[in-house]
């Protein structure tokens, strides 16, 4: 990991510090169904959307050799050692526990995001020592009840909150090594009492907070706004900016005088493999960058998906096609070079 110390000012604060780190992960898209609607959903917006989940090839996900082989060339050749199980919501796919052993069995670390609503197959990866950190999903209550004509389970409903976190906290009581963060999902609706109260909560249960904003064209700015007054009002300050490379997810780190952190994601849409976007005939037009490489599973085995607009063979490779093609040596020499990448990307970042 490589620190610089210079100004780089994002949407949500100026930081002075900017640690370069590699990104370890890869999403496993294990399955597309879902057994709520919620605001990634809801609103159809489209950056939260994977074509992959919606392409006629995608299968829920199987522990395949075709998947142990991808895996273990991603980890022998560019340094990945972490899955990330989502959908969907990955807690009701038929093989996630499987899943989970296969990876865990060829020395990956596995993490799982989930609404916490289905706790079974949970508890079972848990008792089975299959998981290593769990990021769960809040949606805070709205504000004179902007959206209380919508149904239950398309909005911000008060039972399912205290039930969810009933559920992050009886997780984290008995298994206390395990790493929970919540994913708080901030749009312009978003009641700020009700999301000092939660951070606070987290604070005190031992599970990290961390903001994602809702970043709709029509509501970003909204949206910033709210996240920007939770700041103020925790009395937090910028701390430093982690870039994972490759990758446009960038977590900005907050801490309070006590020594309380809370994180904000935010998106430098400048990233994009460039390998990949030499064939789109939209690139000149496209604003959509990728936080993450995902893998999804079809009839002919696993694809990896390195363009989450656009659903084109060129951008959906299984591992041999990634092998013989220069995205390959793109990434590899992000990942060997990270100042590389930050003069590329970052001196001029693009922010969402």
């Known amino acids: ?28 898209v294990i399955t597309g169904r879902c057994n709520l609607a919620c605001e990634f959903c809801v609103y159809k917006i489209r950056d939260f959307y994977s074509p992959e989940v919606h392409s006629p090839k995608f299968v829920e996900m199987n522990p395949t050799k075709k998947l142990k082989n991808l895996l273990e ?24 526990a499987k899943i989970a052993k296969l990876s865990k069995d060829i020395g990956f670390r596995v993490n799982l995001c989930s609404n916490l609503v289905f706790m079974k197959p949970l508890l079972h990866l848990l008792q089975k020592g299959l998981l290593n950190e769990l990021t769960f999903s809040y949606l805070p209550l709205d504000s004179e009840n902007q959206r209380v004509n919508f149904p239950i389970y398309e909005r911000p409903d008060k039972t399912r909150i205290k039930n969810i976190m009933g559920n992050a906290e009886f997780i984290k009581t008995n298994f206390p090594d395990l790493i929970v963060k919540s994913n708080i999902i901030i749009s312009p609706f978003s009641d700020i009492n009700n999301l000092v109260k939660f951070v606070y909560w987290c604070w005190r249960k031992g599970i990290v907070p961390r903001v994602q904003r809702d970043r709709s064209s029509n509501r970003i700015l909204g949206s910033t706004k709210k996240t920007l007054k939770l700041l103020e009002t925790l009395e937090v300050n910028p701390k430093k900016v982690i870039l994972r490379i490759p990758g446009a997810t960038e977590i900005c780190e907050f801490k309070s005088s006590s020594g309380k952190i809370i994180y904000v994601k935010i998106f430098n849409k400048n990233f994009r493999p460039c390998e990949i976007c030499k064939f789109c005939n939209k690139k000149d037009k496209c604003s959509k960058s990728l936080s993450n490489i995902r893998i999804y599973d079809t009839t002919n085995g696993p694809i990896m998906c390195f363009c989450t607009k656009h659903n084109e063979d060129f951008a959906h490779l299984n591992i041999e096609q990634f092998f013989k093609s220069d995205v390959f040596d793109e990434m590899k020499g992000y990942k060997k070079n990270k100042l590389l990448y930050f003069s590329k990307f970052c001196t001029n970042p693009n922010f969402q």
Not at 3 to 13: A, E, H, M, R, S
Not at 16 to 26: A, R
Not at 73 to 89: A, F, R
């Open 73 to 96: 060339k991603m980890k022998k050749h560019l340094g990945y050692n972490i899955v990330h199980l989502t959908g969907g919501e990955p807690t009701i796919a038929q093989n996630i």
């Open 1 to 28: 990991m490589k620190t610089l110390t210079q100004k780089y000012l994002t949407p949500v604060g100026c930081f002075q510090k900017i640690l370069l780190d590699e990104e370890k992960s890869l999403r496993l």
